[in-house]
């Protein structure tokens, strides 16, 4: 398993490119399924995640091609309905092919796909909505066996934004018989581009980015070509690290509209943050200042996916903060790893009370998901002496290449790679 080495207490200075969001690119991919035909996407980073969608698409008989920061699928092949269970268990997030592969084959195969490290992650509201559109689900053994001769559309209220139920649920009623509503729908930007991308096939859909997305089904969508959403979590992260190791970055082609309640509560710790279009400016010259209560719940409130790497803040602030973590029940592990690196923090079920001390040390830690291993890395950065944080798979599903974005602003960061896995890379 790849290693990162970290020589912390650099400054970061200078400017990255934030790449493609993984959290759109998803259910963009599995959207392509709804046409027959080449569909485009641009600004796709290569990530695990992607490749693990890329390969279902691929084994569900699409042709898949990712060059540079391009995608082509091509569906007009595709001759499954089966979700393979061996990479259904590598992205839980693959229960959003439901939708389309329901809308194009009338029929879906799926493996319940189970906790992970952050929580148990129920899907009662995917299967809810579905059966609202007329679907007929049975759980057998673990696999979801899921029917529909027909979708007709429906009002469909969800008991949570939840943000993949309300993108599966958008995609079973893109082409469902008449209209869809979904009341109490997840805002993410992600939805909205799911939505813009869905009309860029010829969807007719209005409503995504606030609580009430309504769908009017249509009989055919067509393939398209389409650009994805920068990635707000990534941004965020080089935001926090710029913070914390006291230095001055700038952030290209991202979308700080996206970023609102990130950028106050920085603001708040006494960064200062400059912005103009696409592009950012973070500089923070002096240790950050405590935020007194932080609490994650959907968007456009703070976001759950950048809880670890804002703690790595408030361990170095100057004060006492509280983090309230409302999204996922088991989004706190990294705060053991935190504190072998020195930081004052406990956990009171879903809160963590955090006391800033003067300065994290460097230690061996292990990521345990892909946003605690992010924060682990920005602790890295600004810790006194050498962090090695292993288990690096987690980080490489949501990141290009942490360590690559990393150099490019001066970070003395490594990546280890075993002496085997190089000598199989290189066969
Ligand atoms: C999406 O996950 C993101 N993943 C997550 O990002 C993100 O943390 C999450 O939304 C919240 O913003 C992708 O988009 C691929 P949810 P998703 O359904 O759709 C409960 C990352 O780090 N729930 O909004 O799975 C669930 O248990 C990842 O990039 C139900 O109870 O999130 C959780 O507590 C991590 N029943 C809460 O809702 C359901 O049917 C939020 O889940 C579905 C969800």
Redesign the pocket.
């Known amino acids: 398993m790849d290693k990162l080495v970290i020589e912390g207490g650099k400054s970061l200075s200078g400017t990255v490119r934030i790449h493609g969001a993984?959290?759109a690119a998803?259910?963009i991919l599995a959207a392509s399924l709804l046409a027959d035909g080449e569909v485009n996407l641009t600004n796709v980073p290569h990530l695990l995640?992607i490749e693990v969608m890329l390969n279902i698409l691929s084994r569900l008989g699409c042709q898949t091609r990712h060059e540079q920061e391009n995608v082509i699928v091509d569906t007009s092949s595709a001759n499954s309905f089966h979700v393979p269970d061996d990479l259904m268990k590598q992205m839980?997030?693959s229960?959003?092919l439901m939708g389309p592969l329901l809308a194009r084959f009338g029929e879906v195969n799926i493996y319940q796909p189970g906790g992970c490290a952050?929580?148990?992650?129920?899907?009662?509201?995917?299967?809810?909505g579905l059966k609202a559109l007329g679907a007929e689900i049975q759980e057998v053994d673990g696999q979801i066996h899921c029917k529909a001769s027909k979708l007709i559309g429906a009002d469909v209220h969800m008991?949570?934004?939840?943000?993949?139920?309300?993108?599966n649920i958008m995609m079973a009623a893109a082409t469902a018989q008449g209209t869809t509503t979904i009341t109490n729908a997840?805002r993410?930007p992600?939805i909205q581009d799911l939505q813009n991308f869905l009309n860029q096939m010829g969807a007719n859909i209005i409503g995504a980015g606030t609580d009430t997305i309504t769908i009017q089904g249509v009989t055919h969508l067509f393939p398209c070509s389409y650009e994805v959403i920068p990635d707000r979590?990534v941004a965020g992260t080089v935001m926090i690290a710029a913070a914390v190791t006291r230095g001055c970055v700038t952030l290209t082609h991202c979308n700080p509209a996206h970023l609102t309640s990130l950028i106050h509560v920085l603001k708040r710790a006494g960064v200062q943050i400059g912005v103009c279009n696409d592009i950012m400016n973070i500089s923070c010259m002096s240790r950050p200042k405590a935020v007194e209560r932080i609490i994650t719940s959907?968007?456009p409130s703070f976001?759950?996916?950048l809880q670890s790497q804002v703690m790595v803040l408030l361990s170095l602030a100057d004060g006492f903060s509280v983090m309230k973590e409302t999204?996922?029940?088991g989004r706190f592990k990294h705060v053991n790893e935190l504190a072998v690196m020195g930081a004052d923090i406990s956990i009171d079920l879903n809160c963590a009370f955090i006391r800033g001390v003067q300065r994290l040390y460097g230690a061996t830690v292990e990521a345990t998901?892909?946003?605690a291993g992010a924060a682990l890395v920005i602790a890295g950065l600004a810790a006194q002496g050498k962090t090695i944080v292993e288990q690096v798979h987690h980080i490489d599903?949501?990141y290009d290449h942490i360590e690559k974005l990393f150099q490019k602003l001066g970070a003395d960061i490594q990546r280890h790679t075993p002496v085997l896995k190089q000598l199989d890379l290189a066969n």
Do not use: C, M, W
């Not at 952050?118 to 809810?128: F, N, P, S, T």
């Not at 008991?159 to 139920?165: C, E, K, L, Y």
């Open positions: 993984k959290n998803l259910p995640d839980r997030s229960i959003f952050i929580g148990e992650r129920k899907i009662d509201l995917h299967l809810q008991d949570f934004p939840s943000v993949g139920a309300t993108e997840a993410e992600e979590i959907p968007y976001p759950t996916d999204v996922f029940e998901d892909l946003r599903r949501g």
